[in-house]
């Protein structure tokens, strides 16, 4: 047996999405991190030990424009490009590699941490370090850091160094609560195992083992879906242990668990219901994928008000969208609805003074035991979310180190510096903007080759009956006149429209009523009809657009998409069998879904031309979708015409890195498994070729020139800092999509990248 001792600035214990996050945010600002996970790969309920699809803020697509960015959103990009149809074991490389990107990095795999060692009064306590066990490698290693990060999921971390912690509901009297019980109890969500089946070709048997559960004696037939062929998280209904201790009792569960898969197994092969013949099983999960344990205290306890009230907090350094999902304490033996889901009207925000512990001096957390109620923690947990909140833990102890402060003080004093060394570094915190002084591209004036000035998607494909009221967003900037609608009409017919605001910038919602409008239109095929709407709101927003149902008219879909605008359906269908979600469907966001048709826009005109896509947008501050596009569009690039977008300074200045931010569609709804497929492996809107160049001695010298990039962020680190008063970023292709489109552009003088 070895015994050694790793010293590092900072460690991070758990390597799920929210410790992967952690570590490579604070590997990234220059600090040494010891990340430690006690299992083979990395990505906790994620990796293919456990096989969760990871969802986040977009819902499945029920929140527009919520994808992640930042080194979640990097990771979301990249298993797009690398692993479309969702094998899990691809999704693990990825993960691996987002790591051993890092050269500040240690990564210990196999290494279970059960030992802390920490001191300090009950209210002021601090870590020295931790310990764990490798295995199979017979190293104990010790761990000592100045910052440590409960990253557990279970938070051993925090309970042995004496962190403040809940397990269970809060009565809902404590943070007035709609959906907490009335009294406190010991409550949590139950633990779930998964399994994937394939087709072989040829029959297989199956012969269930002893302990198989027969499930036909139980509700689980009648009350949850059971399908032939489905794999994985269609079965997330398998969930059982919410009456007991998910940690102590994990074994207990585990074999409860596996009793009733192999249950379920039989009944889908044996019981002649289902046409299984040649199926069989391909993987069975040995490791129960916990959804909850320890939540600890932080000075700020999430909950339901602040979720649904999209509650702006000054120190946010998050942002959700999942909905409150809560299940019920029997899990799969429940005859209740598997699941039961309240919305917000849009993304909700993230307190840092959630992010670390109430009387442990040193300790941040992120993942499933950060400081929020469990009816709050009911949407926090899933992967997207818990994964941006470990990059802002994860950037938040970088900078109590450098400046050698505790979270706390980093919250009262350096609260602004936090969030914009988030924004530099492409996380998203919804609504706010770039200040940073030290980036030179804000004061530049910027032009571009062309501007997109018309909103106009006028290429039809098929057309659809409007037997439901239909919704079109689009950017207002600054002033709404007309909308033309590509219509065919059976009979001579008046068709309604009216527009409203969407409330918030950050929602996608119908709001308040701004204008309304009627047109009679004559029987034919491919009329463009007028509407108009006067609309001039105080700051450029979007506009929602509702087409009033109208049996006797169609709508033209068109097969290109236009970058800022989204299209909506009233009132479908919902997308799930109620015996396994119950939404409440007169929630906005649940009435007015996209379909999955985001990228097939209605044909629709609207005058007058728009600011939206000027070229300023692109250092406007806001990197992703907020009341409006905030990006720079060209016009549909032409052949042997190059796009650009120039910063002019009037003045010499130096750079020395560049950062441009593209637009990968946060729209666009990726998912590392195999919950659906997106047809494209590289999103169109990402810019492919491009070149940055500098105007010195009277002509364009290029200092970078980029091929096949497929990301979002760039930062090019010049060779040696550069002095000029014009620079542009040249767009030569795209990834398909007809336009160049730049979401931000930075410019500084000094290097920021560390690693
Ligand atoms: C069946 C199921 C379905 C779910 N459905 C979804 C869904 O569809 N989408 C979604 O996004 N979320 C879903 N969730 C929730 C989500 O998976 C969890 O909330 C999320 O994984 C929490 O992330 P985390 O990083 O905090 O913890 P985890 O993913 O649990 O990762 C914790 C990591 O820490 C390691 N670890 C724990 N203790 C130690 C220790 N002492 N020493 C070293 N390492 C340690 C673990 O091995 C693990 O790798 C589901 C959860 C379950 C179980």
Known sequence: MKLETVKTDITVVGGGLAGVCAAVAAARLGQTVALVNNRPVLGGNSSSEVRVWVCGATAHGTHRYARETGIMGEMFVENQYRNIDGNPYIWDLVVLETVRAERNISLFLNTDVHEVEAGGDEDERAIRSVTGWMMGSERRIRFESRMFLDCTGDGLVGFLAGAKYRIGREARHEYNEEWA????????????????????????????????????KTTIPMKRVIRSGDNGCAYWWIEWGGELDTVHDNERIRDELWAVIYGIWDY??????????????????????????????????????????QRPFEDRVAFGGWSIDLHPPQGMYSTESGSKHLHPDGNYHIPFRSLYSVNVSNMLMAGRDISASHVAFGTTRVMATCAVMGEAAGTGAALCVQKGV???????????????????????????????????????????????????????????????????????????????????????????????????????????????????????????VAFDLGWTPERPQNAFLIVKANESVRLHHSDDPLTGTLIFFKGS??????????????????????????????????????????????????????????????????????????????????????????????????????????????????????????????RWTVLHRERDNRRRKRVHVLPAPVRAGRMRVVVESTNGCPRAEIVEIRVYAERNVRN
Request: charged share 30%.
């Open 406 to 528: 505790t979270p706390r003080e980093l919250y009262r004093r350096h609260m602004k510096e936090l969030q914009q060394i988030m924004l530099r570094q492409d996380a998203s915190i919804i609504g706010l903007a770039n200040e940073d002084p030290l980036d030179l591209a804000r004061s530049a004036r910027v032009t571009a080759s062309s501007v997109l000035k018309r909103i106009a998607v006028d290429k039809p494909a098929e057309a659809v009956r409007m037997t439901a009221d239909v919704g079109i967003l689009f950017p207002v900037d600054p002033h709404l006149g007309r909308v033309e609608l590509l219509i065919d009409a059976d009979r001579a017919t008046v068709i309604d429209v009216e527009v409203r605001d969407t409330g918030r910038p950050e929602n996608y919602v119908p709001g308040s009523l701004q204008a309304k409008a009627s047109a009679a239109v004559d029987k034919g095929e491919k009329q463009w």
């Open 573 to 698: 269908a919902p997308v799930v069998d109620p015996s396994l979600e119950s939404h409440q469907p007169a929630q906005p966001v649940v009435q007015w879904r996209m379909n999955r048709k985001a990228r097939r826009p209605f044909c629709f005109r609207v005058g007058p031309e728009t600011r939206a896509y000027e070229a300023d947008k692109a250092i406007d501050g806001y990197h992703r979708p907020y009341g409006a596009p905030h990006l720079w569009a060209s016009e549909p690039m032409r052949a042997g015409r190059e796009e650009w977008i120039e910063l002019d300074w009037q003045r010499e200045v130096e750079a020395a890195e560049i950062h441009i931010t593209f637009n990968d569609d946060v729209n666009e709804d990726l998912i590392n498994l195999h919950h659906h497929r997106t047809p494209f492996e590289i999103v169109p809107e990402l810019v492919k070729d491009y070149r940055i160049e500098a105007w010195a001695d009277g």
């Open 181 to 216: 019980p009335a009294a406190a109890d010991d409550i949590t969500l139950g633990s779930t195992l998964l399994f994937y089946t394939k087709d072989a070709g040829h029959p297989v048997k199956f012969v269930p083992p002893s302990f198989a559960k027969d499930i036909a």
């Open 268 to 309: 889908i092969k044996n019981s002649g219901k289902f046409d299984a013949e040649n199926m069989t099983l391909e993987w069975v999960g040995g490791i129960p994928g916990k959804r909850e344990y320890r939540r600890f205290i932080g000075d700020y306890v999430l909950n339901q008000n602040d979720i649904i009230e």
